[in-house]
């Protein structure tokens, strides 16, 4: 990892820690709640590994805070601005694309915006979100597919698309240019699985 991708996972690791302990939740209790090894949770606390944004997400759905809540610091006032440049990079491709997070709200709705970036032929796959997921999308430059659901759709520059993120999907770039494209993804309910097994 480089010094930025080290960074983050301290933060990641440091906050998965803060909230697990604040629920005096046992590794193996969040390993269970999550679906993810005990050796991943550990990892991730240590901040010895750049986990997936699908672990990620089944962290911070077991924890009950929403992605952004692991990434960043609590907002302690009403506007929060994130510059150019100061998003959290939580997906790296092998050809230099970026999965950016910008922003993001706090529970028990969380609304994320993502910057992502797509090289020429780079793909992400994404597995499936939390029930009633849906992502909006607008390609910035470049030529974007989506596959989900059993669809396959082509966009360009300027057009948008909305679906659920509620099944596998995935982002591809088929040309030789690279592909910019904005991404809201929309989680409804973030913890309330937590809050049920409390009751």
């Known amino acids: ?86 998003g959290a990079v939580l997906w790296a491709g092998p050809s230099g694309g970026q999965g950016v997070l910008m922003a993001g709200t706090e529970p028990p709705n969380v609304l994320e915006l993502w910057d992502w970036t797509l090289a020429a032929g780079e793909r992400h796959e994404s597995e499936a979100h939390t029930a009633g997921t849906r992502e909006l999308l607008q390609v910035q430059q470049g030529w974007l597919m989506v596959e989900t659901d059993g669809q ?27 592909a910019r494209f904005l991404l809201a993804v929309y989680e409804p309910g973030v913890g309330n699985a937590h809050t049920r097994e409390q009751h």
């Open 1 to 86: 990892m480089d010094e930025e991708a080290e960074s983050l996972a301290r933060v990641i690791g440091e906050r998965v820690r803060q909230e697990r302990k604040a629920r005096e939740w046992t590794l193996d209790h969040l390993s269970d709640a999550a679906g993810v090894s005990r050796r991943m949770v550990v990892n991730v606390e240590q901040g010895s590994v750049n986990p997936s944004i699908g672990t990620l997400l089944r962290l911070s759905e077991a924890l009950g805070v929403g992605l952004p809540a692991l990434v960043e610091p609590p907002a302690s006032q009403a506007a929060k601005v994130t510059r150019h440049h100061e």
């Open 152 to 178: 396959t759709v082509e966009l360009g520059a300027g057009d948008a698309l909305t679906f659920f993120g509620d099944t596998v999907h995935a982002y591809t770039n088929p040309r030789d240019e690279s």
